[in-house]
């Protein structure tokens, strides 16, 4: 609220055309959505993001699953993993648009791109980090592949998922914003790019505050995700924060 406060006051000194203040965003942000202009920019922005996050999700896990599980799948795909996570995967974008054009196709690969590597990372370190003694009292009770991957291997590993997807949720959120500012310059990013190109500044935040409580939402609703798998992994830090 003193944050609010504050930058109401100091937003009124400054000039409108380089500086706004939140009574005008509010009032920009009941503008656009009486209009519909917000409401249509959100779903035009939401569809590639949840295409492209879901698909990262769905793929990333299990392939992070497997580098970490077997030294062979390790060893022939790790370094391309580590590679394709410290690229600078933005610049890709201009080769990503001359591939899949501008519209729906390339901001759900875009995303995919950003999120896949740190779902895959993480959880591939995840599986490193296993105690290899659980994993050895599995083989002592004759224990298959599956069986110790699906009760032993995946539940160690939930707390390292669940950090590579929120890590995803902030990579996905990037993703779909610079997607729409390289491509079709429609969605949310479109919207702050316009707004920007008219110095309409309460407008162009408008999408940028929304973006940023989405993001925290999302990222709450994995926290929430974390506590309905792994209920047993709230107990285990509560016990060691005590």
């Known amino acids: 609220i003193i944050a609010l406060l504050i930058w ?10 380089l500086g706004t203040y939140p009574t005008a965003i509010f009032k920009a942000f009941v503008e656009m959505l009486g209009d519909g202009r917000l409401v249509s920019a959100f779903i035009e922005s939401g569809k590639p993001f949840a295409a492209g ?10 392939v992070g699953l497997l580098l970490g599980r077997y030294r062979f799948m390790e060893a022939g795909f790790g370094i391309y993993i580590t590679a394709g996570y410290a690229t600078p995967l933005i610049a890709l974008v201009p080769l ?6 501008l519209g729906f196709t390339v901001k759900a690969v875009i995303v995919f791109l950003l999120s896949f590597f740190p779902i895959c990372m993480n959880t591939w370190f995840g599986v490193k980090a296993v105690p290899k003694t659980l994993i050895e009292v599995g083989t002592a009770f004759c224990a298959s592949q599956g069986a110790i991957m699906r009760g032993i291997v995946v539940p160690a ?16 959120v990037i993703a779909i914003v610079i997607a729409e500012f390289q491509t079709a310059v429609s969605g949310l990013g479109g919207v702050i790019i316009n707004s920007a190109n008219s110095f309409r500044t309460a407008e162009m935040f408008v999408p940028v505050l929304l973006i940023m409580i989405v993001a925290v939402l999302l990222t709450a609703m994995v926290g929430w995700l974390e506590k309905f798998v792994a209920p047993w992994q709230a107990e285990i830090t509560q016990h060691e924060n005590a």
């Open 8 to 17: 109401e006051y100091f937003g009124r000194q400054s000039n409108p055309l």
């Open 53 to 62: 996050y879901a698909a990262a999700a769905i793929i990333g896990i299990p």
């Open 96 to 101: 990503m648009i001359l591939w899949f054009g």
């Open 157 to 172: 590993t939930i707390p390292y998922i669940m950090a590579g997807l929120r890590l995803g949720i902030g990579k996905a």
